[in-house]
T-cell receptor, first 117, second 112 residues
Framework: AQSVAQPEDQVNVAEGNPLTVKCTYS??????LFWYVQYPNRGLQFLLK??????LVKGSYGFEAEFNKSQTSFHLKKPSALVSDSALYFC???????????????FGSGTRLLVRP | KAGVTQTPRYLIKTRGQQVTLSCSPI?????VSWYQQTPGQGLQFLFE???????NKGNFPGRFSGRQFSNSRSEMNVSTLELGDSALYLC???????????FGPGTRLLVL
């Protein structure tokens, strides 16, 4: 079964410093990976996805993620953190159901990012 | 283009009651999926609808059901509510079944 793991419950970083939010995956076949962000009392906002191609994926709000097949990782990064980036971040993998071509998302447990001024 | 909308945003019910939540997908999106978010279990897939048909269902009891209308709007229903059903229920839509899912703000359900 497909799964993702987010090993850190919380990441603390100072504003202006680079940030990394970690995600590792376990899939059979080619992984389809996603990052979403959730602000308080809000739904999930799509940040970026990896389907195939370049290992460095650029997304919204200056975020990017690096796909590493040998380490089965898909870490989210940003060169310079903002206080407004403080939120809950979810990594997800697409679980392809064998009976048809649809998919559901399987989410990690989430990582809370706190950017201090 | 307007995003996914969900109504109501907040609900308080008592055990044993039933509840219906509504989701309007992004215009042109035909696939709608539902997820439950709780502090203990995280985000879990409930079901997916496409062309008015339930295509997949997660590991939830039969008390959880849903439907999709011809305009792609979707509703989910929970009957005989239990305290453990308290959660944020998120709806997501995508243009087709394989494309990126975009989420609504959610409906927060509290069961007393």
């Amino acid at each position: 079964a497909q799964s993702v793991a987010q090993p850190e419950d919380q990441v603390n970083v100072a504003e202006g410093n680079p940030l990394t939010v970690k995600c590792t995956y376990s899939v059979s076949g080619n992984p389809y990976l996603f990052w979403y962000v959730q602000y308080p009392n809000r739904g999930l906002q799509f940040l970026l996805k990896y389907i195939t191609g370049d290992n460095l994926v650029k997304g919204s709000y200056g975020f990017e993620a690096e796909f590493n097949k040998s380490q089965t990782s898909f870490h989210l990064k940003k060169p310079s953190a903002l206080v407004s980036d403080s939120a809950l971040y979810f990594c997800a993998v697409r679980d392809r159901l064998m009976m048809d071509s649809s998919y559901k998302l399987i989410f990690g447990s989430g990582t809370r990012l706190l950017v201090r001024p | 283009k307007a995003g996914v909308t969900q109504t109501p945003r907040y609900l308080i019910k008592t055990r044993g009651q039933q509840v219906t939540l509504s989701c309007s997908p992004i215009s042109g999106h035909r696939s709608v999926s539902w997820y439950q978010q709780t502090p203990g279990q995280g985000l879990q897939f409930l079901f997916e609808y496409f062309s008015e048909t339930q295509r997949n269902k997660g590991n939830f009891p039969g008390r959880f059901s849903g439907r999709q209308f011809s305009n792609s709007r979707s509703e989910m229903n929970v009957s005989t509510l239990e305290l453990g059903d308290s959660a944020l229920y998120l709806c997501a839509s995508s243009p087709t079944r394989q494309e990126t899912q975009y989420f609504g703000p959610g409906t927060r359900l509290l069961v007393l």
